[in-house]
C-alpha cells in the first residue's frame, strides 16, 4: 500500500460547480498537509497548507484534514476553467522532514 | 525573483548517453530538492541537499544517478548511463529550510526527459 493515495481523475465539472478532491493516508505520523496545484507543463505551486486536524478557508478553496480516519480534502467553490490543472496533496512528518506526494488528481473545468 | 531556474527544458538522447540537468535555486534558499515526474509513479523525490551538503539520497534509484551542488547556486543531476526507463520529467525544488510550518517548496518548471 502506498503511503498516500489520490485518484488521478479526470474529473471533469461544469463551471460554478463544487468540487471535491480527496486523499487518503496510511502514515500516521505526518502531520502537515499540503495541497499543489501543477497546471500543464509546469511545476507544481503551494496552493494551500493546513497543520494537524481541522479546516482552513481561504478564497474559494477549503481544506479540510481528518488525522482520526486519514483523510483530506480540498473543496474548490464556484469553480472556474481556469482552476483546470492537476491537483497533488502531499504531507510531512515534521516541520523540516521531506514531503510525500499522492499522484495527483487532473481536473477539468468546462466553461 | 526569476524563481528556481532549470535547464534544458527539454532533453532527448539515446540510450547510453549521458545527461546532465541543471538546477539554480531562489536567492537565498538554503534547501534543494531533486524530484522525478511520472505518470505511474508520480512525483518521487530523489535527493535534496541542506546547505549544499545532500542530506537524503535514498529515492536515487540506483548508481547510474548521482548528484552535485557545488556551491548554494547551483546543482546538478546526472545520469551515466541513460536508459529508456529514465524517461520523465525531472524537477527541481528549492526552500528557505526556516523551520517553519510551511517551509514552501518553491518548483523548477522542470527538465522532459526522452530516452529513447
Known amino acids: 500500500q502506498k503511503e498516500v493515495e489520490q485518484d488521478p481523475g479526470p474529473l471533469s465539472v461544469p463551471e460554478g460547480a463544487i468540487v471535491s478532491l480527496n486523499c487518503t493516508y496510511s502514515?500516521?505520523?505526518?502531520?502537515?498537509f499540503m495541497w499543489y496545484r501543477q497546471y500543464s507543463r509546469k511545476g507544481p505551486e503551494l496552493l494551500m497548507y493546513?497543520?494537524?486536524?481541522g479546516n482552513k478557508e481561504d478564497g474559494r478553496f477549503t481544506a479540510q484534514v481528518d488525522k482520526s480516519s486519514k483523510y483530506i480534502s480540498l473543496f474548490i467553490r464556484d469553480s472556474q476553467p481556469s482552476d483546470s490543472a492537476t491537483y497533488l496533496c502531499?504531507?510531512?512528518?515534521?516541520?523540516?522532514?521531506?514531503?510525500?506526494f499522492g499522484k495527483g488528481t487532473m481536473l477539468l473545468v468546462s466553461p | 525573483d526569476a524563481g528556481v531556474i532549470q535547464s534544458p527544458r527539454h532533453e532527448v538522447t539515446e540510450m547510453g548517453q549521458e545527461v546532465t540537468l541543471r538546477c539554480k535555486p531562489i536567492?537565498?534558499?538554503?534547501?534543494l530538492f531533486w524530484y522525478r515526474q511520472t505518470m505511474m509513479r508520480g512525483l518521487e523525490l530523489l535527493i535534496y541537499?541542506?546547505?549544499?551538503?545532500?542530506?537524503?539520497d535514498s529515492g536515487m534509484p540506483e548508481d547510474r544517478f548521482s548528484a552535485k551542488m557545488p556551491n548554494a547556486s547551483f546543482s546538478t543531476l546526472k545520469i551515466q548511463p541513460s536508459e529508456p526507463r529514465d524517461s520523465a520529467v525531472y524537477f527541481c525544488?528549492?526552500?528557505?529550510?526556516?523551520?517553519?510550518?510551511?517551509?514552501?517548496?518553491?518548483f523548477g518548471p522542470g527538465t522532459r526527459l526522452t530516452v529513447l
Open positions: 525544488a528549492s526552500s528557505l529550510a526556516s523551520g517553519g510550518a510551511t517551509d514552501t517548496q518553491y
Open positions: 502514515n500516521s505520523a505526518f502531520q502537515y
Open positions: 502531499a504531507m510531512k512528518r515534521g516541520t523540516r522532514g521531506t514531503l510525500t
Open positions: 536567492s537565498g534558499h538554503n534547501s
Open positions: 541537499f541542506n546547505n549544499n551538503v545532500p542530506i537524503d
Open positions: 493546513t497543520y494537524s486536524s
